[in-house]
Nanobody, 123 residues
Framework: VQLQACGGGMVQAGGSLELSCVVSGTIASIKTVDWYRQAPGKQRDMVAAITSDHRTSYADSVKGRFTVSRDNAKNTIYLRMNSLEPEDTAVYYC??????????????????WGQGTQVTVSS
């Protein structure tokens, strides 16, 4: 199972970007997916989350500007980021709890992380 985060880049303040997190491999289903970010010298913080039934939650710092969504048919989770600010500059990661088939014929649940995509917002 792999998570591939992409869509990062450089944008001016006030601009927009949309990140994608594509899940590949042999999976049964994807539960909650979280987007995190980590700025240089700072801890990694969660910015948005979406459950399997599309319930969402956001960090206060991004509420009203970021929107998380998912396309279960494509195993892809999106993070739409509007009104970007220099303070949003960070490496963005996706993390997902995924059910996969196990050797006993059942399902196992495990957390996976993507590799991160850089978002840089200039003032």
């Amino acid at each position: 199972v792999q998570l591939q985060a992409c869509g990062g880049g450089m944008v001016q303040a006030g601009g927009s970007l949309e990140l994608s997190c594509v899940v590949s491999g042999t999976i049964a289903s994807i539960k909650t997916v979280d987007w995190y970010r980590q700025a240089p010298g700072k801890q990694r913080d969660m910015v948005a989350a979406i459950t399997s039934d599309h319930r969402t939650s956001y960090a206060d710092s991004v509420k009203g500007r970021f929107t998380v969504s998912r396309d279960n048919a494509k195993n892809t989770i999106y993070l739409r980021m509007n009104s970007l600010e220099p303070e949003d500059t960070a490496v963005y990661y996706c993390s997902a709890d995924i059910f996969t088939p196990n050797s006993e014929g059942g399902l196992g649940l495990r957390n996976y992380w993507g590799q991160g995509t850089q978002v840089t917002v200039s003032s």
